[in-house]
């Protein structure tokens, strides 16, 4: 880790280096562990994003791939669908180094990868990659008795509401749904009062909103382990019109757009929206971002002819807007995201 940085990230403490383990006979790295807070500022919207990941379950490295699954080297021995709901497998290294994809099923030694989710069977892992899996963030991990959140006292007055971001044709969407805490446990609007929501799931790589909808401010805390290496994220280009794509990055730590390699994946016309969460305002527009865009040499911001590659824009927990123009094809290229920090 780059520790001449240090001083200016919210990583609390480093509560763990580097170790090793030795799973079913295999050379594995876990990686060091932080916490980090965010601040949701009341009578605001505040993208925010997963800056930290869950600690792995397993690590271990690819025997074989199939059109839907890993197996792993050696013998795990899995009980039958031990990773079936609510875990995801994370590639650590390769080609496709940091894609996931979500497990619905496994066996003694192999998973079974829905390959609609992420990137991680299209482009394909290989055998002898390592790959680890990780349980999902959920409501009830983020914000354990709604630590975070203002609770809520019925369903029609909601002091806290977490905005999860659609992934739909087009720019502009609205959210897929709302969750509040309320009654000592998590709801959903629309859903059954009773009904609870604690274990909706958290995109590793998108963002939520967190809307205070009263004047006192939050603090939302992330633990889990850092990110060593580097993220595949995948980016749809439209074929008729521009597309959002919601993503945040999983780093500790600040970085440029330069170190982002974000312009790899960048045209004429696309956008990166920004907005600055440290103002309180509600209904975040595109109007109200703050735009930067790739004129084939360097990073401008608004419009404006000047470089702005080494301002540190992507800040940990940071939710943030990639707009593809329209292009041809309806299609899904990859953000390849390195490290600014040692591994």
């Known amino acids: 880790m780059r520790l001449a940085n240090l001083s200016r ?3 609390l403490a480093l509560l763990a280096g580097l170790t090793s383990v030795n799973s079913f006979g295999i050379e594995a790295t876990t990686n060091p562990v932080g916490v980090i807070q965010v601040t949701a500022l009341g009578n605001s919207d505040t993208l925010i994003s997963i800056p930290l990941k869950q600690p792995a379950v397993f690590n271990g490295v690819i025997a074989e791939v199939g059109a839907t699954t890993i197996t792993a080297e ?4 899995w009980g039958a669908d031990d990773w079936a709901s609510g875990f995801y497998a994370f590639v650590r290294s390769g080609d496709i180094e940091g894609a996931y994809g979500e497990i619905t099923g496994n066996s003694a030694n192999a998973i079974t990868i829905d390959v609609g989710d ?4 299209v482009d394909g892992p290989a055998v002898a990659d390592s790959f680890s899996i990780h349980p999902y963030l959920t ?8 630590s975070g959140v203002h609770a809520s006292a019925s369903a029609g007055s909601r002091d806290s509401e977490v905005f999860i971001p659609a992934v739909d044709i087009g720019i502009n969407n609205a959210s897929e749904a709302t969750y509040y805490f309320s009654n000592d446990a998590w709801r959903k609007v629309g859903a059954p009062l009773d009904q609870d929501f604690g274990s909706a799931v958290l995109a590793p790589d998108s963002y939520f909103i967190l809307r205070n909808n009263i004047a006192a401010s939050t603090v939302v805390t992330f633990t889990g382990e850092v990110v060593m290496g580097g993220l595949t994220l995948p980016v749809v280009l439209g074929d008729s019109e521009k597309q959002d794509n919601p993503i945040g990055l999983q780093r500790p730590i600040e970085m440029t757009l330069n170190e982002s390699g974000l ?9 990166l929206l920004i907005w600055d ?8 527009l595109s109007s109200t971002a703050t735009v930067y865009s790739w004129d084939g040499a360097k990073w401008i911001k608004d419009g404006v002819d000047a470089d702005v590659g ?5 800040t940990p927990g940071l939710g943030f807007i990639v707009r ?16 600014n920090y040692g591994n």
């Open 263 to 271: 312009a790899s994946a960048f045209e004429t016309g696309d956008e």
């Open 277 to 284: 969460n440290s103002v309180a305002q509600q209904n975040r």
């Open 9 to 11: 990230m919210p990583l």
């Open 310 to 314: 080494d301002d540190p824009i992507f």
């Open 139 to 146: 409501l009830d991990t983020l914000f354990p008795s709604g």
């Open 74 to 77: 050696g013998s795990p021995g």
């Open 118 to 121: 992420g990137s991680l069977l």
């Open 324 to 339: 593809k123009a329209s292009g041809g094809n309806l299609e899904e290229i990859d953000w390849g995201n390195l490290p």
